[in-house]
């Protein structure tokens, strides 16, 4: 079983509607929880993090996060072209180190 | 404020040559991480190394790969005798000294093996 499992393919949006990303992680003792961009050729560069059960808003994006489920969400609203990139959910996997799953490629259509 | 620098940016080896990558942490950061991508994969972990020691090294390929961060300069990551199969994107990242703190990471050093 992957530790951190993005399941979801290439998911295309037009321009002004939400995005919803979905994540699933194996490990229950995972405390913190991390939305990383990473655009075409570019090193990830972290959107959300989230620690506690519950939303988090920052701007156009929310994150959710159920530990009963273990599963993280995130979502984008009011998606602009400027979205268009692979989202990479990770979770902490003991002794710091982060899990991440295998990225969501979004597209934005303007 | 600089942020976490890797350098080089691109690196071409040929079989069997030694790659050296290096990543200086962000400022003020003691926690230094390196992850491997391979094309059409997500982020492997591989080590993390504070200041003069491994903590976990349970990602690093029992061969050929070695870490080290000395207490003065950058973080090393040494491949030798590289293989075509090492060709990836290398990203180090960096936090503050607390459990389950945000990683930054660098721009990466992207190795070509021909």
């Known amino acids: 079983q992957k530790e951190v499992e993005q399941n979801s393919g290439p998911l295309s949006v037009p321009e002004g509607a939400i995005a919803s990303l979905n994540c699933t992680y194996s490990?229950?003792?995972?405390?913190?929880f991390f939305w990383y961009r990473q655009y075409s050729g570019k090193s990830p560069e972290l959107i959300m993090s989230?620690?506690?059960?519950g939303d988090k808003e920052d701007g156009r994006f929310t994150a959710q996060l159920n530990k009963a489920s273990q599963y993280v969400s995130l979502l984008i609203r009011d998606s602009q072209p400027s979205d268009s990139a692979t989202y990479l959910c990770?979770?902490?996997?003991?002794?710091?180190?982060?899990?991440f799953g295998k990225g969501n490629q979004v597209v934005v259509i303007p | 404020n600089a942020g976490v620098m890797q350098n080089p940016r691109h690196l071409v080896r040929r079989r069997g040559q030694e790659a050296r990558l290096r990543c200086s942490p962000m400022?003020?950061?003691?926690?230094v991480y390196w992850y491997r991508q391979l094309p059409e994969e997500g982020l492997k972990f591989m080590v993390y190394l504070q200041k003069e020691n491994i903590i976990d090294e349970s990602g690093m390929p029992k061969e050929r790969f070695s870490a080290e961060f000395p207490k003065e300069g950058p973080s090393i990551l040494r491949i030798q005798q590289v293989v075509r199969g090492d060709s990836a994107a290398y990203f180090c990242a960096s936090s503050h000294d607390q459990i389950g703190d945000i990683q930054y990471f660098g721009a990466g050093t992207r190795l070509s093996v021909l």
């Open positions: 490990d229950r003792g995972s405390q913190s």
């Open positions: 989230i620690y506690s059960n």
């Open positions: 400022k003020g950061h003691s926690h």
């Open positions: 990770a979770a902490t996997a003991g002794n710091n180190r982060l899990a």
